[in-house]
Every structure is written in C-alpha cells, then in structure tokens.
Nanobody, 121 residues
C-alpha cells in the first residue's frame, strides 16, 4: 500500500507563496488519482485540489481556483501543491491523499500525516 509524506509547510506572510510536496512510496502511485485536503482549527477537513493519475485532469475547490495549482511527477512519485497569494484564512494542516473518488471531492486514502501552513497577516 502506498505511504505518503508531506513537506513544504511553514510560516509565510499574507501574499506569499508556498509549495507543498507529497512523496509517495510504492509502485502503484502512478495509477492513483491524488488530492490535497486541509483542515483549519475548529473546522472540518475540506477538499482543496485533485489530479488524475496522468496529471491531465485537475480539479479545485471553487474558492481556490486561480491561486492554487496541483501537479504531479510520476517519475518521482510526488504530487505538488503550489499556493500563491496566500491569505490568513488559508492557515490549516494540509493533507495529501491517494485514491480520490470519481467525484474528486472525497477520497479513499491512505492519507499523509499532514503539514502545517500558517499565513500571518
């Protein structure tokens, strides 16, 4: 089973950028649709972005379109989330997940351990 490890989180000022990475182990990575979710304090986990196994199709939460970009490199078993023009409300723990459902809003897992993103005003 694939295992996922996120990295790239940190503290950034509003308007700044971060790129999250999710490194996957296992030979089946390239066959999985992948995604990013986030969970802010006191809130439910929410969908951020998803990408098909080929990388050809991408999906985003409506509120994040234009600021966030998901991509993948199957040769490196890695999926990325480029986050630009960050806002304080983007502060959350960001999770990488494998095996997105066909609606690209939910996922079967497994999940990574999460990486903290904090955006200061």
């Amino acid at each position: 089973q694939v295992q996922l490890v996120e990295s790239g989180g940190g503290l950034v000022q509003a308007g700044g950028s971060l790129r999250l990475s999710c490194a996957a182990s296992g030979r089946t990575f390239s066959s999985y649709a992948m995604g990013w979710f986030r969970q802010a304090p006191g809130k439910e986990r929410e969908f951020v972005a998803g990408i098909s196994w080929s990388g050809f199709n991408t999906y985003y939460a409506d509120s994040l379109k234009g600021r966030f970009t998901i991509s993948r490199d199957n040769a490196k078993n890695t999926v990325y989330l480029q986050m630009n023009s960050l806002k304080p409300e983007d502060t959350a723990v960001y999770y990488c997940v494998a095996r997105m459902a066909s609606d690209y809003k939910t996922a079967f897992g497994p999940w990574g351990q999460g990486t903290q993103v904090t955006v200061s005003s």
